[in-house]
């Protein structure tokens, strides 16, 4: 069995075959994520201030990316938790997502010579994890406690 990627201890069965996806999934994103605000590659959703960041095209704002980002590994991370229905997560939105981050990647590395995801998780294991444990999730935030 597999671990969620939050990092919260929940063990992940072999069966059903989609919650191992899921997981992978979140992992990746969130490791993702994580890489981007170490390295200042986009803003934290919050930030009112316009910046420039290091890695991205003239002047092109990459905070929507990056809400986008949190809303899907709060998703991801419910289905593992159990939250909300595994089937109810296309797979679409986090693909074209995670098609954004490597294209931001590439223009880190090649542009302004930052480490690549794979070598700045050496230096930074559980940083993906401290991320989707911290996530918030936004339909949880916009449903009252009773």
């Known amino acids: ?4 990627f939050c990092g919260c201890g929940r063990r992940i069965p072999r069966f059903p075959l989609d ?3 899921l997981n992978e999934r979140g ?3 969130s490791d993702r994520l994580a890489w981007a605000l170490d390295l200042n590659i986009a803003s934290v959703p919050k930030d009112t201030e316009p910046t420039i ?3 991205v095209e003239a002047g092109a704002d990459r905070t ?3 809400k986008e980002g949190f ?5 991801l991370r419910d289905a593992m938790h159990g939250v909300k229905d595994a089937d109810s997560i ?3 939105p986090s693909e074209r997502w995670q098609a954004e981050g490597q294209y931001l990647e590439f223009l880190a590395v090649s542009k302004s010579r930052l480490p690549p995801l794979s070598a700045w ?10 991320l989707a444990r911290d996530s918030s999730t936004p339909t949880r935030s916009r449903t009252p406690n009773p």
């Not at 069995?1 to 969620?4: V, Y």
């Not at 809303?71 to 998703?75: G, I, K, P, R, S």
């Open 71 to 75: 809303v899907l590994v709060a998703e």
């Open 27 to 29: 992992r990746e994103m």
């Open 19 to 21: 919650l191992r996806g």
């Open 64 to 66: 929507e990316w990056m």
């Open 1 to 4: 069995m597999k671990d969620c």
């Open 90 to 92: 296309p797979e679409s």
């Open 121 to 130: 998780l050496k230096g930074h294991p559980e940083a993906g994890r401290e």
């Open 53 to 55: 960041h290091r890695a």
